[in-house]
């Protein structure tokens, strides 16, 4: 947020929607009329009231009124079901008024009257029209519409409210409540495969600059909460180095050995593997060197918090025991119908809120399905990056590789050069009739590293990395695909790496 959008802010009007004053820069701004627009069931009721019941519930007063054949005891019957309603704030602090009967007898002359009436009495610092379509196809003229529309930001300016007109009409930048309107909210919603996304834009705000573009949003128990679109926020990545040249250990030894003393503080690291070669039971050892100096976080989408504890106590860590100390969280995210945003959003509000330094996702698929374009994958990977590297986050990802055992490695995503500043390959090979799990950096960005294949050895309180293996299974892999055509095709979709600093 620039300077005068700070300066700006104190003059706002806090919407009390999480996300929203984001979008919004601070909230919307008093003495204007804003248009909030979307087919019905967009959302636009709750948004309003939402937004009433929080500027009620801080001693101000809002006016609600309504053009619509619904009964107001059937809308609250409806809103109170959220937890944003109190019945306690009505009427003292939320008039209802409905219009409905007035606009069909005596037009927009007598609606305007009842309005100038109803903002006299209750002195509103928010007044919200709904059903604003009425007004629009009762208007006989363009010229009359825009009168209308005149007067309502007349009322506002001398009361200094703010007012929102709600409607179902189809968007048409070229109409007069467009351009009389000080701002735009679209509602829409998206079909995204079997599934749908609803999302939210300003496609004009005067006085202010804004987020542009489509954010995420959820109509929950809860109520109307926004996800600001993750790059849209954190388009200008920090510049402070809070890490300077500082490694983590990797948890095991040997491995850090080949990452020449650990993983540098501040990067990110993929570990691509097909199933069963051992990415977790990294990710988990690298968790058990969370302290009270370095928190961790585990960030998963495959597995509860109790499968992932059981799992580390097989291989001897005490995650439990850092658990407890609140040295590290585990949270849980099934990969179900997910909001992009709302998973970055998460992520990033757990780390800031312990300081997290050490960050395991388990696994990149888990973003990945849950974007509405994949094609945005990239850049929200790179926001989110280029952040935790400003906090000081080392963070581990793992992504499922399919179909390695070829001539073709296919990555989750194009562009993945973004997030995976290190590359580890873990693969699965044939050795004396039984498979072997083997490891090989790939691409460790700013430091040297040791690109030797070598075997990863799994066993309770045992787990090792092996010495460099010897020509005997390069050979093997050759009907497979060969190690060096992996390594090749997955060093040119990450990118190589970097000479050291």
């Known amino acids: 947020m620039d300077e005068t959008d700070t300066e700006r802010t104190a003059d706002r009007m806090e919407t009390g929607i999480t ?55 059937r809308m609250l019957a409806h809103l109170a079901q959220l937890d944003f309603f109190d019945p306690t704030l009505i009427p003292s602090r939320l008039s209802y008024v409905s219009g409905q009967a007035t606009i069909e007898q005596s037009g927009l ?18 007044i919200v029209l709904d059903g604003f379509v009425t007004v629009e196809e009762t208007a006989a003229t363009p010229h009359e519409l825009k009168k209308f529309i005149h007067e309502l930001q007349i ?29 735009v909210i679209q509602l829409s919603d998206h079909r995204v495969d079997k ?32 996800h600001p679109r993750l790059e849209s926020v954190l388009r200008d990545p920090p510049t402070n180095d809070p890490c300077k040249r500082e490694r983590l250990s990797t948890g095991l030894p040997r491995l850090d050995d080949v990452f020449q003393g650990g993983l540098l503080c501040g990067s990110s690291t993929v570990l691509f593997g ?32 109790a499968r992932v504890l059981f799992k580390s106590e097989l291989l001897g860590l005490d995650l439990a025991q850092k658990q407890k100390a609140g040295h590290l969280e585990i949270q849980w995210h099934p990969s179900t119908e997910r909001v992009l945003d709302a998973l970055g959003h998460r992520l990033l509000t757990s780390v800031r809120a ?17 974007a509405a374009d994949e094609e945005r994958i990239t850049h929200f990977m790179a926001a989110l990056t280029n952040e935790l590297r400003g906090l000081g986050v080392t963070a581990l990802y793992t992504s499922e590789l399919h179909d390695l055992f070829g001539n073709r490695v296919s990555l989750p995503a194009q562009g993945m050069s973004s997030l995976a500043e290190n590359a580890l390959l873990l693969r699965l090979v044939e050795r004396d009739r039984q498979l072997a799990r083997m490891l090989t950096v790939i691409k460790l960005r700013d430091s040297d590293y040791d690109g030797t294949q070598r075997e990863l050895r799994i066993a309770p309180r045992a787990t090792d990395v092996a010495d460099a293996m010897p020509s005997s299974p390069e050979r093997l892999d050759a009907r497979v695909g060969g190690v060096g055509v992996v390594r090749r095709t997955v060093r040119r979709l990450v990118g190589r790496r970097r000479p050291r600093s």
Request: hydrophobic share 40%; charged share 20%; proline share 4%.
């Open 109 to 126: 002359k007598g609606l305007s009257e009842l309005l100038r009436r109803e903002v006299r009495s209750h002195h509103p610092t928010l």
């Open 195 to 226: 599934r749908s996304e609803r999302e939210l834009e300003l496609t004009k705000f005067r006085g202010s600059g804004y987020l542009k573009g489509g954010h995420a949003f959820q109509i929950t128990d809860a109520g109307f909460i926004v």
């Open 354 to 370: 312990r300081g997290v330094k050490r960050l395991f996702v388990d696994g990149f698929d888990g973003f990945l399905k849950a």
């Open 19 to 73: 996300g929203l004053d984001a979008v919004l820069r601070g909230g919307l701004l008093p003495r204007s009329v804003y248009l909030v627009k979307g087919q019905p069931g967009a959302g636009k009721t709750i948004l309003a009231s939402h937004i009433c019941f929080h500027q009620a519930s801080r001693g101000e007063r809002a006016l609600y009124v309504t053009l619509l054949s619904e009964t107001h005891d």
């Open 274 to 305: 097909t199933t069963g070669t051992g990415k977790t039971t990294l990710g988990l050892h690298f968790l058990n060197g969370s302290s009270a100096s370095e928190p961790g976080l585990h960030f998963g989408f495959f597995e509860a918090p």
């Open 155 to 183: 009322a506002c300016s001398l009361v200094g409210a703010t007012m929102l007109l709600l409607t179902s009409a189809r968007a048409d930048p070229a109409s007069p409540a467009h351009a009389m309107v000080d701002g």
